[in-house]
Protein backbone atom coordinates (compact mmCIF):
# COMPACT_ATOMS: atom_id res chain seq x y z
CA UNK A 1 0.00 0.00 0.00
CA UNK A 2 0.87 3.45 -0.57
CA UNK A 3 1.48 5.68 2.48
CA UNK A 4 0.81 9.22 1.71
CA UNK A 5 2.21 11.82 3.86
CA UNK A 6 1.16 15.32 4.13
CA UNK A 7 2.90 18.06 5.40
CA UNK A 8 2.69 19.98 7.91
CA UNK A 9 -0.39 19.20 9.77
CA UNK A 10 -1.36 22.41 10.36
CA UNK A 11 -0.69 25.73 8.22
CA UNK A 12 -1.07 29.39 10.66
CA UNK A 13 -1.43 31.41 7.36
CA UNK A 14 -3.45 34.93 7.04
CA UNK A 15 -5.48 36.38 4.28
CA UNK A 16 -3.60 37.02 1.30
CA UNK A 17 -1.10 35.19 2.29
CA UNK A 18 0.83 31.95 -0.16
CA UNK A 19 0.00 28.47 1.21
CA UNK A 20 2.17 25.98 0.21
CA UNK A 21 1.20 22.21 1.49
CA UNK A 22 3.26 19.23 0.56
CA UNK A 23 2.61 15.58 0.10
CA UNK A 24 5.16 12.91 -0.21
CA UNK A 25 4.47 9.35 -1.81
CA UNK A 26 5.94 6.26 0.05
CA UNK A 27 6.75 4.88 -3.64
CA UNK A 28 6.16 6.59 -7.11
CA UNK A 29 3.16 7.71 -8.23
CA UNK A 30 4.24 8.86 -11.27
CA UNK A 31 1.67 12.27 -12.04
CA UNK A 32 -1.50 10.23 -10.73
CA UNK A 33 -2.32 12.53 -7.93
CA UNK A 34 -4.83 14.40 -6.64
CA UNK A 35 -5.88 17.35 -4.17
CA UNK A 36 -9.36 18.20 -2.18
CA UNK A 37 -10.52 20.23 -0.39
CA UNK A 38 -12.95 19.37 2.55
CA UNK A 39 -15.03 22.18 5.10
CA UNK A 40 -16.56 21.30 7.93
CA UNK A 41 -19.60 19.35 7.78
CA UNK A 42 -19.22 19.44 4.13
CA UNK A 43 -17.85 16.64 1.29
CA UNK A 44 -14.64 17.13 0.06
CA UNK A 45 -14.28 18.94 -3.00
CA UNK A 46 -12.07 17.71 -6.67
CA UNK A 47 -9.31 21.32 -6.38
CA UNK A 48 -6.46 19.23 -8.34
CA UNK A 49 -6.14 15.91 -10.73
CA UNK A 50 -3.38 14.24 -12.37
CA UNK A 51 -0.77 16.10 -9.85
CA UNK A 52 -1.37 19.77 -11.78
CA UNK A 53 -4.55 20.08 -13.54
CA UNK A 54 -7.38 22.38 -11.95
CA UNK A 55 -10.73 20.53 -11.53
CA UNK A 56 -13.45 22.37 -13.58
CA UNK A 57 -14.38 25.45 -11.79
CA UNK A 58 -11.45 25.54 -9.41
CA UNK A 59 -9.75 29.01 -9.01
CA UNK A 60 -6.35 29.85 -10.49
CA UNK A 61 -4.92 30.87 -7.07
CA UNK A 62 -4.86 26.81 -6.58
CA UNK A 63 -1.84 25.06 -8.36
CA UNK A 64 -0.28 21.17 -8.48
CA UNK A 65 3.18 20.41 -8.69
CA UNK A 66 5.17 17.30 -8.68
CA UNK A 67 5.63 14.09 -10.05
CA UNK A 68 7.23 10.69 -8.76
CA UNK A 69 6.89 10.82 -4.88
CA UNK A 70 6.72 14.30 -4.18
CA UNK A 71 3.93 17.38 -4.66
CA UNK A 72 3.01 20.67 -3.84
CA UNK A 73 -0.42 21.98 -3.69
CA UNK A 74 -0.22 25.90 -3.84
CA UNK A 75 -2.86 28.25 -3.28
CA UNK A 76 -1.27 31.77 -4.16
CA UNK A 77 -2.99 33.95 -1.99
CA UNK A 78 -5.40 33.10 0.40
CA UNK A 79 -9.48 34.18 0.40
CA UNK A 80 -11.47 33.96 4.00
CA UNK A 81 -13.24 30.43 1.86
CA UNK A 82 -9.75 28.60 1.50
CA UNK A 83 -9.54 28.12 5.34
CA UNK A 84 -9.91 24.27 5.29
CA UNK A 85 -8.90 20.72 5.43
CA UNK A 86 -6.58 19.69 2.25
CA UNK A 87 -5.86 16.02 1.37
CA UNK A 88 -3.97 14.50 -1.49
CA UNK A 89 -4.90 10.81 -2.91
CA UNK A 90 -3.53 8.60 -5.02
CA UNK A 91 -4.42 6.10 -8.39
CA UNK A 92 -1.23 4.64 -9.29
CA UNK A 93 -1.71 1.39 -7.36
CA UNK A 94 -4.49 -0.31 -5.82
CA UNK A 95 -5.66 0.28 -3.33
CA UNK A 96 -6.33 4.24 -3.27
CA UNK A 97 -4.85 6.12 -0.63
CA UNK A 98 -5.38 9.65 0.65
CA UNK A 99 -2.89 11.02 2.76
CA UNK A 100 -3.60 12.29 6.74
CA UNK A 101 -4.20 15.84 5.36
CA UNK A 102 -3.33 19.26 6.29
CA UNK A 103 -5.21 21.96 7.93
CA UNK A 104 -4.78 25.69 6.71
CA UNK A 105 -6.21 27.87 9.51
CA UNK A 106 -5.99 31.87 10.11
CA UNK A 107 -3.45 33.17 12.05
CA UNK B 1 -25.03 18.98 -12.81
CA UNK B 2 -24.02 15.81 -10.95
CA UNK B 3 -25.90 14.69 -8.03
CA UNK B 4 -25.46 11.73 -5.61
CA UNK B 5 -27.95 11.06 -2.81
CA UNK B 6 -26.68 8.10 0.10
CA UNK B 7 -29.19 5.99 2.36
CA UNK B 8 -28.92 3.01 4.37
CA UNK B 9 -26.96 4.06 7.23
CA UNK B 10 -27.95 3.67 10.39
CA UNK B 11 -27.09 2.11 14.19
CA UNK B 12 -26.14 -2.20 13.69
CA UNK B 13 -24.68 -4.25 16.04
CA UNK B 14 -21.02 -5.68 15.45
CA UNK B 15 -21.27 -8.73 13.27
CA UNK B 16 -24.51 -7.22 11.68
CA UNK B 17 -24.84 -6.19 8.13
CA UNK B 18 -26.27 -3.44 6.00
CA UNK B 19 -26.96 -2.33 2.36
CA UNK B 20 -26.01 1.17 1.54
CA UNK B 21 -27.47 2.83 -1.57
CA UNK B 22 -26.32 5.92 -3.40
CA UNK B 23 -29.14 7.31 -6.04
CA UNK B 24 -27.79 9.46 -8.62
CA UNK B 25 -28.57 11.61 -11.37
CA UNK B 26 -27.33 14.51 -13.64
CA UNK B 27 -25.16 11.96 -15.28
CA UNK B 28 -25.02 8.86 -17.49
CA UNK B 29 -24.55 6.30 -15.13
CA UNK B 30 -22.94 3.97 -16.79
CA UNK B 31 -19.93 5.79 -18.51
CA UNK B 32 -18.56 6.51 -14.91
CA UNK B 33 -16.77 4.42 -12.17
CA UNK B 34 -17.67 5.02 -8.87
CA UNK B 35 -16.54 4.94 -5.17
CA UNK B 36 -17.40 4.48 -2.01
CA UNK B 37 -14.90 6.85 0.58
CA UNK B 38 -15.74 7.05 4.27
CA UNK B 39 -14.34 9.05 7.15
CA UNK B 40 -14.35 8.45 10.75
CA UNK B 41 -15.67 10.78 13.67
CA UNK B 42 -12.71 13.54 13.58
CA UNK B 43 -10.75 11.31 10.91
CA UNK B 44 -9.46 11.30 7.64
CA UNK B 45 -10.65 10.24 4.47
CA UNK B 46 -10.39 6.13 3.64
CA UNK B 47 -11.25 5.24 0.08
CA UNK B 48 -13.68 1.88 1.00
CA UNK B 49 -14.47 0.04 -2.72
CA UNK B 50 -14.93 0.99 -6.48
CA UNK B 51 -16.67 -0.14 -9.36
CA UNK B 52 -16.20 0.46 -13.26
CA UNK B 53 -18.76 1.84 -14.90
CA UNK B 54 -19.73 -1.41 -16.28
CA UNK B 55 -19.51 -2.96 -13.12
CA UNK B 56 -17.49 -5.89 -14.36
CA UNK B 57 -14.21 -4.61 -12.24
CA UNK B 58 -14.14 -4.42 -8.31
CA UNK B 59 -11.83 -3.55 -6.28
CA UNK B 60 -11.64 -2.60 -2.18
CA UNK B 61 -9.02 -1.96 0.22
CA UNK B 62 -7.69 -4.68 2.68
CA UNK B 63 -9.83 -3.62 5.58
CA UNK B 64 -13.20 -4.45 4.18
CA UNK B 65 -12.19 -6.94 1.80
CA UNK B 66 -13.90 -10.08 2.43
CA UNK B 67 -16.93 -8.20 4.37
CA UNK B 68 -18.17 -5.58 1.80
CA UNK B 69 -19.27 -6.25 -1.85
CA UNK B 70 -19.93 -3.12 -4.09
CA UNK B 71 -21.85 -3.37 -6.84
CA UNK B 72 -23.86 -1.06 -9.23
CA UNK B 73 -27.84 -1.09 -11.32
CA UNK B 74 -27.30 0.98 -14.46
CA UNK B 75 -30.68 0.66 -15.45
CA UNK B 76 -31.50 2.17 -11.87
CA UNK B 77 -28.70 4.72 -11.66
CA UNK B 78 -27.90 3.02 -8.30
CA UNK B 79 -24.58 2.20 -6.16
CA UNK B 80 -24.42 -0.31 -3.66
CA UNK B 81 -22.51 -1.19 -0.76
CA UNK B 82 -23.38 -4.46 1.34
CA UNK B 83 -21.44 -4.59 4.11
CA UNK B 84 -21.20 -7.97 6.66
CA UNK B 85 -19.48 -8.44 9.90
CA UNK B 86 -19.87 -5.16 10.88
CA UNK B 87 -16.95 -4.28 13.64
CA UNK B 88 -16.46 -1.11 15.78
CA UNK B 89 -14.33 0.39 13.20
CA UNK B 90 -16.59 0.76 10.47
CA UNK B 91 -17.83 3.31 12.14
CA UNK B 92 -18.14 6.75 9.97
CA UNK B 93 -19.74 8.67 7.59
CA UNK B 94 -19.66 6.39 4.29
CA UNK B 95 -19.63 8.74 1.00
CA UNK B 96 -20.57 7.91 -2.78
CA UNK B 97 -18.04 9.58 -5.21
CA UNK B 98 -18.12 9.63 -8.63
CA UNK B 99 -15.23 9.46 -11.13
CA UNK B 100 -14.73 12.80 -13.18
CA UNK B 101 -14.56 12.80 -17.09
CA UNK B 102 -12.44 11.18 -18.99
CA UNK B 103 -11.59 11.03 -23.18
CA UNK B 104 -11.11 7.03 -22.34
CA UNK B 105 -10.51 4.59 -19.16
CA UNK B 106 -11.27 5.90 -15.29
CA UNK B 107 -9.53 8.16 -13.21
CA UNK B 108 -10.53 6.57 -10.29
CA UNK B 109 -10.48 10.28 -8.66
CA UNK B 110 -13.70 11.93 -7.33
CA UNK B 111 -15.17 15.23 -8.52
CA UNK B 112 -19.08 14.87 -6.82
CA UNK B 113 -19.61 13.61 -3.59
CA UNK B 114 -22.86 12.84 -2.11
CA UNK B 115 -23.81 14.03 1.17
CA UNK B 116 -22.66 11.16 3.04
CA UNK B 117 -24.58 8.35 5.48
CA UNK B 118 -23.58 7.70 8.98
CA UNK B 119 -22.91 4.27 10.28
CA UNK B 120 -22.96 3.44 13.24
CA UNK B 121 -21.58 0.18 15.09
CA UNK B 122 -22.02 -0.18 18.46
CA UNK B 123 -23.92 -2.85 20.92
Known amino acids: EIVLTQSPATLSLSPGERATLSCRAS??????LAWYQQKPGQAPRLLIYDASNRATGIPARFSGSGSGTDFTLTISSLEPEDFALYYC?????????FGGGTKVEIK | EAHLVESGGGLVQPGGSLRLSCAAS????????MSWVRQAPGKGLEWVSA????????YYADSVKGRFTISRDNSKNTLYLQMNSLRAEDTAVYYC????????????????WGQGTLVTVSS
Open chain 1, 27 to 32: QSVSNY
Open chain 2, 26 to 33: GFTFSNYA
Open chain 2, 51 to 58: VSGGGGST
Open chain 1, 89 to 97: QQRNNWPLT
Open chain 2, 97 to 112: AKDPPSSGGYYYYFDY
